[in-house]
């Protein structure tokens, strides 16, 4: 969108505020420059100047204009996860698709309304650049007038006062992962050495973290049986890693990429808090890690996923899908001390872990008190249970609130095949491999002809669409599908092949699979891992938003890799403009 001088200035106030109008204002410089996370200094890039990013604040009805700067020697779009997008297209951020990339030297305007509350995130959709730091977190605001559920977990007043209150005052928890490469590198490795990047260096919170380099009894004491079964008669290496299955040459692997651990310590994340409950909004952001979050010793209430209410539900640790946004209730009510807070990956291709700190604050102090004796945990280094009692986010178990129900009969079926292709770092997804050229398409969305076919599906205004996730082959593991625009219904899964016409037909044979009465409402979920053979996952939407809008595994190297489909949304509605918004050159 073309800026006028004045505008410019006016968007030049940089940081996140509250807009005594409904229009909210927000500018992110974005720069690439040597910068230290976790103790190592490499290539970063990062917004007015930090990393992550700023934070993002709103009240739900917001006007939001989101101009971004780009001072860096690549291109780059934002991406709004999560955000519907209702409307303005032009805005989801997805290069080819609704936008022609920012170059270096312009600027692009994002303009949209947060129609929905909740927590969300931006972050970049060019190339793997998420990986090299380009995210910050989102928070909006739910208007008065939006039903909470927190009255499921206390009837006292005061204490629903203050869960009302942790919830005004919630804190975003970013959780990611950092490697010694940056995306660009990391590409090339893939290239040159046939092996898929599947490692990191560390687990980060909030950006803060360190590398740590156990030694190897620790590392073989703590591999998990579904690790041992990989490695045969091997072991991990000194990352956690485990090697790949491919024809690789890893004489082009520099020491860092899956092997060579490199200590270095880098500032730890400390959540300092008082009696009383908190509220944090948990926001994966990994490029390769699946992460589980728990706070010793400090039971959790999930009430909110993926920026909707769901009923509250009381759990210890919690499986984060890459991209997903968790909101999480905590009563404070234990003795004035530390506890760790743990960040494990999950994924079976590296035991590698992250911590924090929940710190009380003494009484008439700014320090912490209380015993300095260790904290419990409810799981281990590999994000397993810790205690016999320890209680995990059952996903079958989440019931949106309140409890929507999609559409019984649906107008067309898409089977979506998941399965690797010509390499260990390349992926089919619905027959075709979503190629990295496509980000240079004139937008799809001011010229549907631009896009090759096989990159896509389509599907007709105000109409409901089933995809079926086939993941074809075994040995894959669980893909964070992403899809942009208005969320789906996540209504059944299986752990074998999906041998039906249609979920009608399935629904005869294993109607225990399927739940069409309250099913999650979400815009990322895990497809089922295929351990051993075939796994699907079924998902329902209401196509309401006419444009091209992008489906995706959000592992950052999968997607890179062709893991992507575009999804014409109600090609028989699309918006009437011929307005092409262009990045314009930035106002020295």
Known sequence: MKLS?????????GLAHWASARVVQFQIDLTYEDHEVAGFVRKTILSNGQFPGPHLQLKQGDEVEFLVNNSMPMATTVHFHGV??????????????????????EQYLYTWTANDYGTYIYHSHSRALLDDGLYGSIYIEPAESVERPFDLIAENPDELQAMLDAEQNTQPILLSDWKHFDSTEVLQLEKDSGVENVCT???????KGSVFCPPQEHINAITTPAQKALVGNGTLTDMGSIAESFPIDPSKLPDGYYKGCMASEGPTEVLSVTAGYQSYDLISMGGVTALVFSI????????????????????????????SRYSILVKLDRPAADYTVRVANSYTTQAINGTAVLSYEKQGSSGSGGSSSPSQPYITEVGSNATASTVFLNETNVVPFPAVAPAVNVDRTYFIDIEPYNSSYTWKMHNASYASSNEQLF???????????????STLNDTWVDLII?????????????????????IGSGQEAFTYSSVAEAMQYIPQNFNLDAPQMRDTFFSPASATGPTWLALR???????????????????????????????????????????????P
Request: glycine letters at 8%; proline letters at 10%; hydrophobic letters at 40%.
């Open 5 to 13: 001088p004045s505008k410019l200035a006016l968007l030049s106030v």
């Open 84 to 105: 519907g997008q209702l409307g303005t297209p032009w805005s989801d951020g997805v290069p080819g698709l609704t936008q022609e990339l920012i170059q270096p030297g």
């Open 201 to 207: 260096s560390a687990v980060l919170v909030n950006g």
């Open 296 to 323: 010793d010793e400090h039971p959790m209430y999930v009430y909110a996923v993926d920026g909707r209410y769901v009923e509250p539900m009381l759990v210890d640790a919690i499986n984060i899908p890459i991209g």
């Open 443 to 457: 937008p799809v969305l001011y010229n549907r002809s631009s896009i090759p076919a096989q990159y896509t599906v």
């Open 470 to 490: 086939n993941i074809t082959t075994a040995g894959q593991p669980n893909h964070p599908i992403h899809k942009h625009s208005n969320k789906y219904f996540v």
């Open 541 to 587: 939407y209401h196509v309401v938003n006419p444009g091209p809008f992008l489906m995706h595994c959000h592992l950052q190297m999968h997607q890179n890799g062709g893991m992507a489909i575009a999804l014409l949304d109600g090609v028989n509605a699309w918006p009437n403009t011929t307005e092409h918004r262009m990045p314009v050159k930035a106002t």
